[in-house]
């Protein structure tokens, strides 16, 4: 799967919930108003690689941002039963954000442990502000960017929770600020059979 980062920080997906026509920002008003009326984010569930996601979404960021420095480990087994369009949606909005607000290199980190896969987002700068941390993830927080609806975050969250995962964020002036995602490997009945299928994928293609 191909996704096409604008050179604005922006994203469109090749697939899932966010490879909408019509831009970014509508796609975000209509996620937020589903979300309000109290229907779930629609997600299309594959066998996928989240290291390969993430890579894609880096790659294409770095494409759009060439004078930015992004960098990338990667570790474990990823494969997930997951959205991948949404994922990288999240990607795309955490490197996104360290971009626009941290100082010097975006740091991504994503490790498959034996229960969930492990996503990070650390840029070094100044501290999120006290006041601003405990409601980062509360819609129409502007802090993201200036351009920005707010929606950002609170989406991506949303979306690592429809996948039952968490999301937290962590920030100091000593440390940095770093955004974790954890999602936990599915485990209901046609999770099995699907990274069963991924897995003779990888193996066909090496």
């Not at 795309?92 to 996503?119: C, F, K, P, W, Y």
Request: charged fraction near 20%; hydrophobic fraction near 40%.
């Amino acid at each position: 799967m191909q996704y096409f980062v604008s050179t604005d920080g922006g994203f469109n997906g090749g697939g899932g919930c966010f490879g909408r026509q019509g831009g970014q920002k509508d796609a975000q008003l209509l996620d937020y108003a589903r979300l309000r009326q109290g229907l779930s984010l629609s997600l299309s569930l594959a066998a996928e690689d989240v290291a390969t996601v993430t890579r894609d979404v880096v790659e294409e960021l770095r494409l759009a941002r060439p004078n930015a420095v992004i960098e990338l480990a990667l570790a474990g087994d990823c494969a997930l039963v997951c959205d991948a369009g949404s994922l990288a949606q999240v990607v795309s909005n955490l490197v996104g954000n360290a971009l626009q607000h941290g100082q010097g290199a975006v740091t991504i980190r994503v490790r498959g442990e034996e229960d969930m896969v492990v996503l990070d987002v650390h840029n070094r700068g100044p501290a999120i502000p006290a006041a601003v941390l405990p409601r980062i993830f509360e819609p129409f927080q502007r802090g993201e960017s200036s351009m920005s609806l707010g929606l950002g975050l609170y989406i991506s969250r949303e979306i690592v929770r429809a996948h039952g995962g968490e999301m937290e964020v962590r920030s100091s002036d000593e440390d940095g600020t770093t955004f974790v995602v954890r999602l936990p490997r599915r485990r209901d009945d046609n999770a099995p059979q699907l990274l069963s299928t991924l897995a003779l994928a990888r193996t066909a293609s090496g």
